[in-house]
């Protein structure tokens, strides 16, 4: 047994030092087997009547006319623009160059280099060494705190816009959070939860609802039922409440279920404009379950607590959750940002803060803002009505666009209550991009940017929102490429059409210089004797 596992051992070992020395010796054998082929080209150049093929070909050349070429070049420009299309399409999309990864997909292996797979998980340091990626921890997809009502709120917009706000993906997450949630035993699943078990899993929602009506009919007090209902068959914020009401009355002592219940019972309350009360219920569940902090309706809490506009009260919820050894969000770091901004913002002026400088109080409210926006970059240009909000997603990424979205909605009418707030956040947020100018390998007060936010809020957010994309992508190569050559063999058209002898002078002389350097090195080789020896032979 130890003899075969050496033999393992020793196998790939061997096999990859052969590919590292193919691909080392790759660039050399290629230029030796280039020079081979030109070497027998010249040596069999009299059978094979190179000579006579290429006056042949000559002729053939003289003899087209204009309008050849003014389709050739027109062709050639046509289809260049339609990659160019293509290309630009499928960047905009997905963020990358269709040639470009197939090329790294399909001939990097070929040619030696490192594999996809493998280099997805590695990057290099500043020694050159390789290090692990951020943990996949870093992009984990968190449940939206504030999400909306599907019935009430998500539905209402897809019946006026036509537009489905959330994505496929996002609800597939929904319904594995309900399953893990409110399934408890499975093994003493009692028939209505066995088919609330369904249900969650169905795609349609009216599959969905009919699933929670049967659940209803085996159980009078199926409280997920309720739950389902109130999330999705009720169309306003009162129905949806009395229907989490009967939940609460059949939840009994399931943990997950009250919480979930009385969660929603206090969103209802704030969107009804009970904000006292829903500030109440709130404070009693996070006193009730203490330990559920990573439901994060510390979140509910503060922006219940900035719409009373009871500044004191936040600023003591930030001092308990805004700690360094406790997970952040955008929440957290623009509203923190948000106070301190609060207090000086009224007597900002750019104008005479360049003259006298910024104060203790303006310099810690810069600082907090550049903290916030190194935390998400994408926010500040929600607030500042740069891009256009949508209905935020019911899971989010932190410091994606996703969250970035998802704060903006609730928030940007607590930063325009604050006078004087947003022309502070407009002067400021940009200068934090001086100070991480690389923010993919080092971070400032945070860790590095992680690099998977934008493929995870592609798939997060509708195909209609434009995914705001951190840092800026630079266009790929073939892009710039395509679009380039789209443009010069559509001018070389134009110009051949317009002025057809002026352009058959120019491409002749063009060819002549072209392959001048080839007859300069054919006439030294006829004057070397070995040639003629060697075509002899």
Same mark, same amino acid.
């Given at each position: 047994m130890a003899d075969g596992g050496d033999s393992n051992s020793q196998s790939p070992g061997f096999a990859h030092k052969l590919k590292s020395w193919l691909s080392w010796s790759w660039t050399y054998i290629c230029v030796i087997w280039f020079a081979m082929v030109l070497t027998m080209i010249y040596v069999l150049r009299s059978p094979l009547k190179l000579q006579e093929s290429l006056a042949a070909a000559s002729v053939f050349l003289n003899t087209l006319t204009p309008k050849f070429y003014v389709a050739l070049t027109g062709t050639s420009s046509l289809i260049s623009g339609l990659i160019l299309i293509f290309e630009w399409w499928y960047f905009r999309k997905y963020g990358t160059s269709?040639?470009?990864?197939?090329?790294?997909?399909?001939?990097? *292996?070929l040619l030696g280099g490192v594999d996809n797979s493998s280099a997805a998980g590695l990057f290099s340091s500043v020694n050159g060494d390789t290090e692990p990626r951020p943990s996949v921890s870093e992009c984990k997809v968190w449940r939206n705190p504030l999400n909306l009502f599907r019935g009430a709120e998500y539905s209402?917009? $897809?019946?006026?816009?036509?537009?489905?706000?959330?994505?496929?993906?996002?609800?597939? !997450?929904?319904?594995?959070?309900?399953?893990?949630? @409110?399934?408890?035993d499975t093994q003493q699943l009692r028939p209505e939860d066995a088919v609330m078990q369904k249900a969650w899993r169905e795609r349609n929602p009216q599959a969905r609802i009919k699933a929670a009506y049967q659940a209803i009919e085996l159980n009078n007090e199926c409280a997920t039922a309720y739950v389902l209902l109130a999330e999705e068959e009720a169309t306003t914020i009162t129905e949806a409440e009395q229907l989490f009401k009967q939940a609460l009355k059949s939840a009994g002592k399931d943990t997950n279920l009250l919480v979930y219940i009385k969660r929603r019972l206090a969103m209802c309350a704030r969107k009804l404009g009970r904000i006292k009360e829903a500030v109440k219920m709130m404070r009693d569940l996070m006193k009730e379950f203490p330990l559920l902090g990573m439901l994060n309706i510390h979140e509910n809490l503060l922006e219940a607590l900035l719409e009373l506009q009871a500044y004191a009260d936040v600023q003591a919820v930030l001092a308990k959750y805004d700690d360094i050894s406790l997970p952040k969000s955008a929440t957290i770091c623009y509203t923190s940002a948000l106070l301190k901004a609060r207090a000086v913002s009224d007597k900002f002026s750019p104008e005479a803060a360049s003259r006298?400088?910024?104060?203790?109080?303006?310099?810690?409210?810069?600082?907090?803002?550049?903290?916030?926006?190194? @935390?998400? *970059?994408?926010?500040?240009?929600?607030? &500042?009505?740069?891009?256009?909000?949508?209905? *935020?997603?019911?899971?989010? &990424?932190?410091?994606?666009?996703?969250?970035?979205?998802?704060?903006? @909605?609730?928030? !940007?009418q607590h930063w325009k209550r604050a006078e004087g707030a947003l022309n502070l956040l407009h002067c400021t947020w940009e200068g934090t991009f001086r100070m991480i100018p690389y923010p993919l390998e080092k971070g400032h007060l945070f860790y590095p940017y992680p690099g998977c936010t934008e493929t995870a809020d592609r798939e997060l957010l509708p195909s209609f929102h434009e995914v705001s994309v951190y840092p800026k992508k630079d266009l790929p190569f073939f892009i710039l490429f395509t679009a380039g050559l789209c443009?010069?063999?559509?001018? &070389?058209?134009? &110009? $051949?059409?317009?002025? *057809?002898? %002026?352009?058959?002078? @120019?491409?002749?002389?063009? %060819?002549? $210089?072209?392959?001048?350097?080839?007859?300069?090195?054919?006439?030294?080789?006829?004057?070397?004797?070995?040639?003629?020896? %060697?075509?002899?032979?």
């Amino acid at each position: 047994m130890a003899d075969g596992g050496d033999s393992n051992s020793q196998s790939p070992g061997f096999a990859h030092k052969l590919k590292s020395w193919l691909s080392w010796s790759w660039t050399y054998i290629c230029v030796i087997w280039f020079a081979m082929v030109l070497t027998m080209i010249y040596v069999l150049r009299s059978p094979l009547k190179l000579q006579e093929s290429l006056a042949a070909a000559s002729v053939f050349l003289n003899t087209l006319t204009p309008k050849f070429y003014v389709a050739l070049t027109g062709t050639s420009s046509l289809i260049s623009g339609l990659i160019l299309i293509f290309e630009w399409w499928y960047f905009r999309k997905y963020g990358t160059s269709f040639i470009e990864q197939v090329s790294v997909s399909h001939l990097r *292996p070929l040619l030696g280099g490192v594999d996809n797979s493998s280099a997805a998980g590695l990057f290099s340091s500043v020694n050159g060494d390789t290090e692990p990626r951020p943990s996949v921890s870093e992009c984990k997809v968190w449940r939206n705190p504030l999400n909306l009502f599907r019935g009430a709120e998500y539905s209402r917009y $897809t019946w006026v816009t036509g537009k489905e706000p959330l994505t496929y993906y996002d609800m597939n !997450l929904s319904a594995q959070d309900h399953q893990t949630f @409110f399934t408890g035993d499975t093994q003493q699943l009692r028939p209505e939860d066995a088919v609330m078990q369904k249900a969650w899993r169905e795609r349609n929602p009216q599959a969905r609802i009919k699933a929670a009506y049967q659940a209803i009919e085996l159980n009078n007090e199926c409280a997920t039922a309720y739950v389902l209902l109130a999330e999705e068959e009720a169309t306003t914020i009162t129905e949806a409440e009395q229907l989490f009401k009967q939940a609460l009355k059949s939840a009994g002592k399931d943990t997950n279920l009250l919480v979930y219940i009385k969660r929603r019972l206090a969103m209802c309350a704030r969107k009804l404009g009970r904000i006292k009360e829903a500030v109440k219920m709130m404070r009693d569940l996070m006193k009730e379950f203490p330990l559920l902090g990573m439901l994060n309706i510390h979140e509910n809490l503060l922006e219940a607590l900035l719409e009373l506009q009871a500044y004191a009260d936040v600023q003591a919820v930030l001092a308990k959750y805004d700690d360094i050894s406790l997970p952040k969000s955008a929440t957290i770091c623009y509203t923190s940002a948000l106070l301190k901004a609060r207090a000086v913002s009224d007597k900002f002026s750019p104008e005479a803060a360049s003259r006298r400088g910024l104060s203790t109080a303006e310099m810690n409210a810069v600082e907090a803002i550049h903290r916030a926006v190194e @935390f998400n *970059p994408h926010v500040p240009k929600y607030l &500042l009505e740069m891009k256009s909000l949508i209905l *935020p997603p019911e899971h989010i &990424l932190k410091r994606g666009d996703s969250e970035a979205v998802a704060y903006a @909605f609730f928030h !940007l009418q607590h930063w325009k209550r604050a006078e004087g707030a947003l022309n502070l956040l407009h002067c400021t947020w940009e200068g934090t991009f001086r100070m991480i100018p690389y923010p993919l390998e080092k971070g400032h007060l945070f860790y590095p940017y992680p690099g998977c936010t934008e493929t995870a809020d592609r798939e997060l957010l509708p195909s209609f929102h434009e995914v705001s994309v951190y840092p800026k992508k630079d266009l790929p190569f073939f892009i710039l490429f395509t679009a380039g050559l789209c443009s010069f063999t559509a001018t &070389l058209a134009m &110009l $051949t059409h317009q002025f *057809p002898e %002026l352009m058959g002078v @120019f491409a002749k002389a063009f %060819l002549s $210089t072209l392959f001048a350097p080839l007859g300069f090195f054919v006439d030294k080789m006829e004057s070397f004797q070995l040639w003629h020896q %060697l075509s002899r032979i």
